[in-house]
């Protein structure tokens, strides 16, 4: 009786040392921020530690009343001075890179793919990758992120978008940036968390440096946990980007990672959800937290994601979590 006491005892223990063996040696991963201050680089300082990455927005159709793009009109060229300033503090500049006009969406000159495909962007598109090689350091870009929602003007379905040339377009891009040498770029792949039919708009792993998903608890009566949120996504991401020799698919940047604080415990959110993630899920290689205030631009339909919730501990908790090692990684 003793003796099958001590061989369960010792298994057990054996189990927990694998356990705790296998965690520590996983990677640590990457954390970063998207801030509606993404301009004021003070706003680094503001976090624990010095976010892996940073988001900055640059908008194809952003030119300041100008035709043509030009460096410092609007948010259409190439960030590169903030650029300089974030790598300068060892921070990746993490770009959403947005095909459209904010002054006249609905003319559908950026917004369709098939102006892309047909190469009406392309001195564009290769003064912004000329641009971006310039920079010399790695570059993460976001194109056409959520493009399987229809909240956006280059969403599928809008104008004569569809999946075939989504994937036409953005395959056109890459290519571009190749073609003048700009392999200091990578692209994250970004739909919204709905999994019905990536594979028809996915352009290939030929194409996409990672995969990712937005992953949002919007709370109130709709409390979801981030392993509950990432759980079929995940599986989905992997299904479409593995391969024989890699069974595990691309890895995984989570570009847009945030919650309400109404509904639940925001604090518990962070601190709780970003540890299961890293321990469910090791083809995760960052996650970016938004901090934004999206309540005043969406009329009340979103809510406040940012950190600095009313009583603090949201913040308090990210910053507890950001000082974990396991989420000290710099990135890529």
């Given at each position: 009786m003793r003796r099958s006491i001590f061989l369960a005892t010792a298994a057990a223990l054996m189990l927990t040392a694998l356990a705790t063996a296998s965690v520590a040696a996983r990677s640590p991963i990457a954390l970063g921020i998207s801030s509606e201050r993404s301009t004021d680089?003070?706003?680094?300082?503001?976090?624990?530690?010095?976010?892996?990455?940073?988001?900055?927005?640059?908008?194809?159709?952003?030119?300041?009343?100008?035709?043509?793009?030009?460096?410092?009109?609007?948010?259409?060229?190439?960030?590169?001075?903030?650029?300089?300033?974030?790598?300068?503090?060892?921070?990746?500049?993490?770009?959403?890179?947005?095909?459209?006009?904010?002054?006249?969406?609905?003319?559908?000159?950026?917004?369709?793919?098939?102006?892309?495909?047909?190469?009406?962007?392309?001195?564009?598109?290769?003064?912004?990758?000329?641009?971006?090689?310039?920079?010399?350091?790695?570059?993460?870009?976001?194109?056409?992120?959520?493009?399987?929602?229809?909240?956006?003007?280059?969403?599928?379905?809008?104008?004569?978008?569809?999946?075939?040339?989504?994937?036409?377009?953005?395959?056109?891009?890459?290519?571009?940036?190749?073609?003048?040498?700009?392999?200091?770029?990578?692209?994250?792949?970004?739909?919204?968390?709905?999994?019905?039919?990536?594979?028809?708009?996915?352009?290939?792993?030929?194409?996409?440096?990672?995969?990712?998903?937005?992953?949002l608890n919007w709370g109130d009566t709709r409390w979801k946990t981030l392993p509950g949120l990432l759980d079929r996504p995940m599986a989905a991401l992997r299904k479409v980007s593995r391969t024989s020799r890699d069974p595990q698919g691309k890895p995984v940047l989570l570009p847009e990672v945030g919650s309400n604080w109404i509904g639940g415990d925001k604090a518990a959110w962070i601190s709780d959800g970003y540890v299961q993630a890293y321990k469910k899920w090791p083809v995760i290689r960052a996650m970016v937290y938004f901090d934004y205030n999206t309540t005043p631009i969406t009329n009340g339909v979103q809510p406040d994601w940012r950190l600095m919730t009313p009583d603090g501990t949201a913040f308090a908790a990210y910053q507890s979590v950001a000082r974990k090692p396991i989420f000290r990684a710099s990135f890529p």
């Open positions: 680089l003070a706003a680094v300082n503001e976090f624990a530690t010095t976010p892996a990455l940073w988001t900055l927005w640059s908008t194809w159709g952003d030119r300041g009343g100008l035709v043509n793009c030009q460096k410092g009109v609007g948010t259409c060229a190439f960030p590169t001075e903030l650029a300089r300033g974030l790598r300068s503090r060892g921070i990746t500049p993490f770009v959403w890179w947005q095909p459209t006009d904010p002054a006249n969406s609905a003319a559908g000159v950026y917004e369709r793919y098939q102006n892309i495909i047909t190469g009406k962007h392309d001195k564009y598109i290769r003064d912004w990758a000329k641009a971006a090689k310039a920079f010399g350091k790695p570059v993460v870009v976001r194109f056409a992120h959520e493009m399987n929602g229809d909240w956006f003007p280059w969403s599928l379905g809008k104008f004569d978008n569809s999946t075939a040339r989504f994937k036409a377009a953005w395959r056109h891009i890459v290519g571009e940036f190749r073609s003048v040498g700009a392999r200091n770029v990578k692209f994250v792949w970004s739909p919204y968390i709905f999994t019905k039919g990536y594979a028809k708009f996915y352009p290939g792993n030929d194409y996409v440096d990672y995969v990712g998903v937005t992953s």
